[in-house]
Protein backbone atom coordinates (compact mmCIF):
# COMPACT_ATOMS: atom_id res chain seq x y z
CA UNK A 1 0.00 0.00 0.00
CA UNK A 2 1.30 3.75 -0.71
CA UNK A 3 1.01 6.05 1.35
CA UNK A 4 -2.08 7.67 2.76
CA UNK A 5 -3.04 10.16 0.65
CA UNK A 6 -3.02 13.86 1.39
CA UNK A 7 -7.27 14.70 2.01
CA UNK A 8 -7.42 18.04 0.83
CA UNK A 9 -5.92 16.54 -2.80
CA UNK A 10 -8.58 14.26 -2.41
CA UNK A 11 -11.61 16.17 -2.57
CA UNK A 12 -9.55 19.14 -4.81
CA UNK A 13 -9.08 15.90 -7.36
CA UNK A 14 -12.11 14.52 -7.00
CA UNK A 15 -14.31 17.33 -7.62
CA UNK A 16 -12.23 18.24 -10.68
CA UNK A 17 -13.10 14.87 -11.91
CA UNK A 18 -16.86 16.09 -11.51
CA UNK A 19 -16.07 19.16 -13.62
CA UNK A 20 -14.14 17.52 -15.84
CA UNK A 21 -16.68 14.42 -16.75
CA UNK A 22 -20.09 15.76 -15.51
CA UNK A 23 -21.81 12.96 -17.47
CA UNK A 24 -21.02 11.56 -14.62
CA UNK A 25 -24.04 13.02 -12.74
CA UNK A 26 -26.57 11.22 -14.36
CA UNK A 27 -27.06 8.02 -12.23
CA UNK A 28 -27.18 10.44 -8.64
CA UNK A 29 -29.53 12.80 -10.64
CA UNK A 30 -31.89 9.50 -11.07
CA UNK A 31 -31.39 8.65 -7.72
CA UNK A 32 -32.09 12.33 -5.99
CA UNK A 33 -34.75 12.39 -8.35
CA UNK A 34 -36.69 8.73 -7.01
CA UNK A 35 -35.79 9.96 -3.29
CA UNK A 36 -37.56 13.38 -4.53
CA UNK A 37 -40.52 10.63 -5.77
CA UNK A 38 -40.67 8.95 -2.66
CA UNK A 39 -41.05 12.29 -0.47
CA UNK A 40 -44.02 13.35 -1.94
CA UNK A 41 -45.43 9.32 -2.08
CA UNK A 42 -44.96 10.00 1.81
CA UNK A 43 -46.46 13.29 2.17
CA UNK A 44 -49.38 12.07 0.27
CA UNK A 45 -50.48 8.71 2.01
CA UNK A 46 -48.93 9.73 5.78
CA UNK A 47 -51.77 12.13 7.48
CA UNK A 48 -49.86 14.49 9.27
CA UNK A 49 -51.47 17.02 11.48
CA UNK A 50 -51.55 20.58 10.63
CA UNK A 51 -51.22 21.89 13.81
CA UNK A 52 -48.53 19.69 15.78
CA UNK A 53 -47.69 21.56 19.65
CA UNK A 54 -46.14 18.17 21.04
CA UNK A 55 -44.83 14.57 20.37
CA UNK A 56 -48.19 13.70 20.98
CA UNK A 57 -50.09 15.06 18.37
CA UNK A 58 -47.29 12.76 16.54
CA UNK A 59 -48.17 9.29 18.30
CA UNK A 60 -50.96 8.30 15.64
CA UNK A 61 -48.89 8.88 12.39
CA UNK A 62 -45.46 7.58 14.45
CA UNK A 63 -45.41 4.35 13.32
CA UNK A 64 -45.82 4.88 9.77
CA UNK A 65 -43.11 7.63 9.62
CA UNK A 66 -40.75 5.83 11.41
CA UNK A 67 -41.28 3.04 9.12
CA UNK A 68 -41.27 5.63 5.90
CA UNK A 69 -37.60 6.17 7.28
CA UNK A 70 -35.96 3.11 7.80
CA UNK A 71 -37.63 1.61 4.73
CA UNK A 72 -36.87 4.64 2.94
CA UNK A 73 -33.01 4.70 3.85
CA UNK A 74 -32.79 1.48 3.25
CA UNK A 75 -34.05 1.35 -0.36
CA UNK A 76 -31.85 4.08 -0.87
CA UNK A 77 -28.92 2.68 0.31
CA UNK A 78 -29.19 -0.18 -1.89
CA UNK A 79 -29.69 1.82 -5.08
CA UNK A 80 -26.83 4.06 -4.08
CA UNK A 81 -24.74 0.60 -3.53
CA UNK A 82 -25.69 -0.26 -6.96
CA UNK A 83 -24.65 3.44 -8.47
CA UNK A 84 -21.34 3.44 -6.02
CA UNK A 85 -20.44 0.07 -8.05
CA UNK A 86 -20.87 2.07 -11.44
CA UNK A 87 -18.71 4.63 -10.18
CA UNK A 88 -16.44 2.44 -8.70
CA UNK A 89 -15.91 1.46 -12.83
CA UNK A 90 -16.49 4.86 -14.09
CA UNK A 91 -13.60 6.27 -11.89
CA UNK A 92 -11.18 3.76 -12.32
CA UNK A 93 -11.26 4.21 -16.32
CA UNK A 94 -11.33 7.99 -16.00
CA UNK A 95 -7.92 7.83 -13.70
CA UNK A 96 -6.70 5.40 -16.79
CA UNK A 97 -7.34 7.80 -19.30
CA UNK A 98 -10.09 5.20 -20.79
CA UNK A 99 -13.66 6.55 -22.38
CA UNK A 100 -16.56 7.04 -20.21
CA UNK A 101 -19.14 4.88 -20.79
CA UNK A 102 -21.72 4.57 -18.33
CA UNK A 103 -23.67 1.92 -19.94
CA UNK A 104 -20.68 -0.24 -19.98
CA UNK A 105 -19.90 0.37 -15.90
CA UNK A 106 -23.65 -0.44 -15.90
CA UNK A 107 -23.08 -3.84 -17.50
CA UNK A 108 -20.21 -4.78 -15.36
CA UNK A 109 -21.83 -3.58 -12.21
CA UNK A 110 -25.19 -6.22 -12.88
CA UNK A 111 -23.03 -9.07 -12.76
CA UNK A 112 -22.28 -8.20 -9.16
CA UNK A 113 -26.25 -6.93 -8.60
CA UNK A 114 -26.71 -8.80 -5.59
CA UNK A 115 -23.69 -8.66 -3.92
CA UNK A 116 -23.69 -4.64 -3.58
CA UNK A 117 -27.79 -5.05 -3.21
CA UNK A 118 -26.86 -7.70 0.06
CA UNK A 119 -24.34 -4.85 1.13
CA UNK A 120 -26.36 -1.75 0.71
CA UNK A 121 -29.24 -3.21 2.44
CA UNK A 122 -27.19 -4.29 4.97
CA UNK A 123 -25.28 -1.58 5.75
CA UNK A 124 -28.45 0.92 5.17
CA UNK A 125 -29.81 -1.11 7.83
CA UNK A 126 -27.12 -0.90 10.35
CA UNK A 127 -26.70 2.81 10.53
CA UNK A 128 -30.70 3.56 10.55
CA UNK A 129 -30.36 1.41 13.57
CA UNK A 130 -27.63 2.70 15.05
CA UNK A 131 -28.78 6.48 13.73
CA UNK A 132 -32.22 5.69 15.21
CA UNK A 133 -30.33 4.24 18.83
CA UNK A 134 -28.09 6.65 18.89
CA UNK A 135 -26.33 9.18 15.95
CA UNK A 136 -22.37 8.07 17.09
CA UNK A 137 -23.12 4.25 16.22
CA UNK A 138 -24.88 4.94 13.01
CA UNK A 139 -21.76 7.28 12.29
CA UNK A 140 -19.05 4.79 13.21
CA UNK A 141 -20.93 2.42 10.95
CA UNK A 142 -20.37 4.76 7.93
CA UNK A 143 -16.80 5.16 8.80
CA UNK A 144 -16.16 2.05 8.66
CA UNK A 145 -18.08 1.03 6.00
CA UNK A 146 -17.66 3.99 2.79
CA UNK A 147 -15.12 2.38 1.40
CA UNK A 148 -17.21 -1.04 0.92
CA UNK A 149 -17.83 -1.07 -2.81
CA UNK A 150 -14.87 -0.78 -4.21
CA UNK A 151 -13.32 -3.28 -2.08
CA UNK A 152 -16.90 -5.88 -3.59
CA UNK A 153 -16.26 -4.36 -7.41
CA UNK A 154 -12.36 -4.48 -7.79
CA UNK A 155 -11.56 -7.17 -5.92
CA UNK A 156 -14.12 -9.62 -6.16
CA UNK A 157 -15.12 -9.98 -2.57
CA UNK A 158 -18.13 -11.13 -1.01
CA UNK A 159 -20.78 -8.71 0.90
CA UNK A 160 -19.23 -9.68 4.76
CA UNK A 161 -15.57 -9.99 2.96
CA UNK A 162 -15.84 -6.39 1.44
CA UNK A 163 -17.11 -4.86 4.64
CA UNK A 164 -14.44 -6.48 6.69
CA UNK A 165 -12.09 -5.46 4.40
CA UNK A 166 -13.22 -1.67 4.11
CA UNK A 167 -13.54 -1.85 8.23
CA UNK A 168 -9.85 -2.16 8.21
CA UNK A 169 -8.71 -0.08 5.42
CA UNK A 170 -10.65 2.87 7.15
CA UNK A 171 -9.49 1.88 10.65
CA UNK A 172 -5.69 4.17 10.16
CA UNK A 173 -7.91 6.97 8.63
CA UNK A 174 -11.02 7.63 10.72
CA UNK A 175 -10.54 11.79 11.30
CA UNK A 176 -10.10 11.74 7.00
CA UNK A 177 -12.95 9.90 6.60
CA UNK A 178 -15.00 11.70 8.77
CA UNK A 179 -13.34 14.91 6.80
CA UNK A 180 -14.80 13.14 3.75
CA UNK A 181 -17.63 13.07 4.91
CA UNK A 182 -18.02 16.58 6.24
CA UNK A 183 -16.51 18.74 3.96
CA UNK A 184 -19.27 17.84 1.30
CA UNK A 185 -21.78 18.11 3.33
CA UNK A 186 -20.87 21.77 4.35
CA UNK A 187 -20.94 23.04 1.13
CA UNK A 188 -24.36 21.34 0.47
CA UNK A 189 -25.87 23.46 3.73
CA UNK A 190 -24.06 26.47 2.53
CA UNK A 191 -25.38 26.14 -0.90
CA UNK A 192 -28.95 25.30 0.30
CA UNK A 193 -28.59 28.26 2.68
CA UNK A 194 -27.43 30.60 0.03
CA UNK A 195 -30.61 29.75 -2.89
CA UNK A 196 -32.73 29.56 0.06
CA UNK A 197 -32.52 33.60 1.08
CA UNK A 198 -31.61 34.39 -2.94
CA UNK A 199 -34.59 32.24 -4.63
CA UNK A 200 -37.09 32.51 -1.23
CA UNK A 201 -40.12 34.01 -3.65
CA UNK A 202 -39.73 31.11 -6.29
CA UNK A 203 -40.01 27.94 -4.44
CA UNK A 204 -39.77 26.14 -7.70
CA UNK A 205 -35.83 27.59 -8.98
CA UNK A 206 -34.74 26.35 -5.42
CA UNK A 207 -36.26 23.15 -5.34
CA UNK A 208 -34.75 22.66 -8.42
CA UNK A 209 -31.01 23.88 -7.62
CA UNK A 210 -31.61 21.42 -4.51
CA UNK A 211 -31.53 18.72 -7.25
CA UNK A 212 -28.76 20.07 -8.63
CA UNK A 213 -26.18 20.40 -5.07
CA UNK A 214 -27.60 16.70 -3.70
CA UNK A 215 -26.71 15.39 -7.05
CA UNK A 216 -22.98 17.13 -7.70
CA UNK A 217 -22.34 16.31 -3.58
CA UNK A 218 -23.85 12.92 -3.53
CA UNK A 219 -21.74 12.10 -6.69
CA UNK A 220 -19.12 13.84 -5.00
CA UNK A 221 -19.26 11.53 -2.17
CA UNK A 222 -19.22 8.18 -4.35
CA UNK A 223 -16.35 9.49 -6.16
CA UNK A 224 -14.14 9.88 -2.62
CA UNK A 225 -13.50 6.45 -1.28
CA UNK A 226 -13.39 4.47 -5.01
CA UNK A 227 -10.54 7.65 -5.66
CA UNK A 228 -8.81 7.12 -2.12
CA UNK A 229 -8.70 3.27 -2.84
CA UNK A 230 -7.13 3.33 -5.93
CA UNK A 231 -4.65 6.00 -4.88
CA UNK A 232 -3.81 4.21 -1.83
CA UNK A 233 -2.87 0.97 -3.77
CA UNK A 234 -1.24 2.36 -6.13
CA UNK A 235 -4.06 1.18 -9.06
CA UNK A 236 -3.44 3.62 -11.86
Known sequence: MNKEVN??????????????????????????????????????????????????????????????????????????????????????NILENKDVNLGTASGLT???????????????????????????????????????????????????DGMKASKEFARNKKSNTIYFLTIPFLYLFLGSSIAGVVFYSVPMAYYAINIVLDSIIFTWYSVIPVYVYLKEFGRW
Open 7 to 92: KKEVLNETFKIILNKPIILLPMIILVLFSRLQDYLARSYIDIPGNIKSIEDLMPVLPSILAYFIISSILLCIIYAIIEGIYTVTIK
Open 110 to 160: SKKAPILIASGFLIGLMISAGTLLLIIPGMYFTIWYFYTIPFIMLENRGVL
